[in-house]
């Protein structure tokens, strides 16, 4: 990789990697049409039994979870003294 986030995992049901015209489920206004790629499947638990769909995300927002990533590994690491800030939060 070149340095640059990829973006550019296959979404399965379509069988392509290129963005589409969707919602962002990470943290955009989920009523915005926009171009988000595929971030993989969602499976979550609720009164009514398990809800699966696929999940896509916008650029924008796929990068900001990717640093507080990094983060949270860089300060996985750190001894508790020297953490001035919660982790996960760069």
Do not use: F, K
């Not at 986030?5 to 290129?18: E, K, V, W």
């Not at 769909?53 to 900001?64: L, N, T």
């Not at 750190?78 to 760069?90: F, N, Q, Y």
């Amino acid at each position: 990789m070149n340095g640059a986030i990829d973006l550019s995992l296959r979404d399965p049901d379509r069988g392509n990697d290129q963005p589409v015209n969707g919602r962002c489920w990470l943290g955009c206004d989920p009523g915005t049409v926009q171009p988000v790629v595929w971030i993989g499947p969602v499976s979550i638990a609720g009164p009514d039994g398990i809800a699966t769909a696929p999940a896509y995300a916008c650029p924008r927002c796929v990068r900001r979870r990717y640093a507080m990533a990094r983060a949270d590994d860089t300060e996985h690491d750190r001894p508790p003294h020297l953490t001035e800030r919660p982790r996960g939060h760069p």
